[in-house]
């Protein structure tokens, strides 16, 4: 008895260590501006920080961030930000339809999940429709006198001593012109930051933690157990789902099948799983941005068995106590009224979607040596099987009386080429078709290239020798017909990086209430540098205020805040 306990004492003080040991993740996010009109877009950046061993810097563990928006506990949006070396963007959207009041935002990564309680970073925003009456449960309406009363604003600035904004004209701008300003980074180390301008009015603004005070004092302190049942996420998403059978088929045969995920459009955007007993699936990805739609194929070990696949929903939602809630007051109604009408002449004219988005560029499966045909190139045939028969020498084709197989010609060793044999890889758009059949029936007038790979390529737990990729003019695999294993669904990937320049209203074809001039969110100034941005000082006059948040190479917070006034 006496051995047994001191076993599991020995096994309990193992698992404290190790779970002691684990480095541990923290999330902080800045947003342009804390007031909004129900309409705008909110722009977010954030900082994912890894705690290890006493030490605080910028992660490399996760590359996903979780982003939800609740109102009065209930979520209301959610969105997912990629993470490169801690840091990423996004944005979003406030629909027209939100009610008046104090929202908020958190955030957090999969790898978090493994601490209970989970700690999430949160912040409130404030949210005025001015379109509807319609507010949150909470909201009240009080007198002008009540305003210093309301101890959940600050209006307190205390600006680090290492940065420096030169405004041109001492910060006396003069409305629709160009500009030319700079920060200066007088520290020994690079700086990460985020940097806003917009227009300050008289709204009150919710006392939001900044990124000084946060790291100087507000990460939640690492405590309690930590599970590891959530794997981090280095490369991408972690897309889990299940499958199921097709009308109440043999749950025996879940385990041990292949499932295939797909991403039309792109190259090599695909991934492989296998079914576990319960039918659970987990597909490890590369970061994909935008709204997607993806194909999702099981193929049954047992040809005659039929599956339906699910994808379970990535965000937690878990129990958030609400913001303390908004307080009106009517002194507020004309800066709203300008604020409204400025949201909806953005929005009348196309000028609110005027951003800049980038996409990292990725190539998951992939490599540079390949044979491209690009078929105007040739005579068009009419005939799938005259066009590989003429003139394209990589490849040939095998049939039988139920199926066909296409053959890639590889690179078998240093002096050796010779065709396939089985495990040929075709895709019409991104999207595996492996009844070759299907595509020796396909128009070739609608198919604009044919990319050939002749190595070895290795996904998941597969690998396929060589790989014949047909794209065609649409990007959206026309006319191709799936069977009742396959599932198309809509996905929501990462928001693309974003920047907010000014530079698309230099012409002066759009009419510029903008009230959010700027964002930067994944600004770079470099130890004792000097950084220039471009500004174009919009229609509408009236103070507005510069802000940076940031954090050097060695974990330091940095925050600055600057005003200056266009006429």
Avoid at 334 to 349: A, D, G, N
Wanted: with cysteine.
């Amino acid at each position: 008895m006496k051995r047994v306990l001191l076993s599991i004492l020995f096994c309990a003080f193992i698992s404290i260590s190790l779970s002691a040991r684990s480095p541990r993740e923290r999330v902080f996010i800045s947003t342009d501006k804390d007031v909004y009109v129900a309409g705008e877009k909110v722009w977010i950046s954030g900082f994912c920080f890894k705690l290890d061993n006493g030490e605080m810097a910028l992660s490399d563990i996760s590359s996903l961030l979780y982003i939800e928006i609740y109102a009065d506990a209930k979520p209301v949006s959610a969105i997912k930000m990629g993470l490169e070396n801690g840091r990423g963007s996004a944005w979003a959207d406030l629909p027209l339809n939100l009610a008046t009041g104090n929202y908020k935002i958190i955030a957090y990564t999969s790898y978090m999940r493994n601490e209970k309680p989970i700690p999430y970073f949160e912040k409130s925003i404030s949210i005025y429709n001015t379109l509807s009456t319609e507010r949150l449960p909470g909201v009240k309406i009080e007198s002008l006198e009540a305003i210093s009363k309301a101890d959940n604003y600050s209006v307190a600035i205390a600006n680090n001593e290492h940065i420096e904004i030169q405004l041109p004209l001492q910060g006396k701008l003069s409305k629709e012109t160009d500009f030319e300003w700079s920060i200066s980074n007088k520290l020994n180390k690079n700086i990460s930051a985020s940097i806003s301008i917009y227009r300050k009015d008289s709204i009150p603004i919710y006392n939001n933690m900044r990124i000084d005070n946060f790291i100087k004092g507000g990460i939640k302190a690492i405590d309690g157990d930590f599970s590891g049942d959530y794997i981090p996420e280095y490369e991408g998403e972690i897309i889990k789902g299940r499958v199921t059978p097709a009308n109440g088929g043999d749950v025996s045969k879940l385990s041990g099948n292949d499932v295939f995920i797909s991403f039309p459009g792109g190259d090599g955007e695909f991934y492989t799983s296998i079914t576990n007993e319960n039918g659970e699936v987990l597909f490890f990805t590369n970061n994909f941005y935008g709204d997607r739609e993806c194909v999702l194929e099981v193929v049954p070990r047992d040809t005659s068995s039929k599956f339906i696949v699910e994808l379970f929903d990535p965000f937690i939602h878990p129990e958030v106590n609400p913001s303390s809630q908004l307080t009106l007051f009517p002194s507020l109604a004309t800066h709203l009224e300008e604020r409204s009408m400025s949201m909806q002449l953005m929005k009348r004219f196309g000028a609110d979607t005027l951003f800049q988005t980038k996409l990292p560029l990725h190539n998951p499966l992939f490599g540079s040596k390949k044979r491209v045909y690009r078929l105007d190139d040739y005579t068009r045939f009419p005939v799938m099987e005259e066009v590989l028969i003429e003139y394209v020498a990589e490849l040939r084709y095998r049939k039988n009386e139920n199926n066909a197989q296409i053959l890639v010609r590889w690179d078998k060793d240093l002096n050796t080429v010779e065709y396939s044999r089985e495990h040929t890889l075709v895709l019409l758009d991104g999207v595996p078709v492996f009844n070759h059949s299907k595509i020796l029936e396909y128009d070739p007038l609608k198919v604009e290239s044919l990319s050939i790979y002749g190595s070895r390529f290795y996904t998941g737990h597969l690998s396929f020798t060589g790989i014949a990729s047909f794209k065609t003019y649409s990007g959206n695999y026309q006319g191709l017909t799936f069977d009742k294993s396959v599932r198309i669904v809509d996905i929501e990937g990462a928001k693309p990086i974003s920047r907010l320049t000014g530079e698309e209203f230099k012409d002066g074809q759009y009419p510029d209430f903008r009230h959010t001039l700027l964002w930067e969110p994944l600004s770079t100034i470099s130890a004792l540098g000097i950084s220039k941005f471009y500004l174009k000082t919009p229609s509408v006059t009236g103070q507005y205020v510069v802000v940076l948040q940031g954090v050097t190479d060695g974990g330091e917070p940095v925050y600055f805040e600057q005003e200056f006034s266009v006429e």
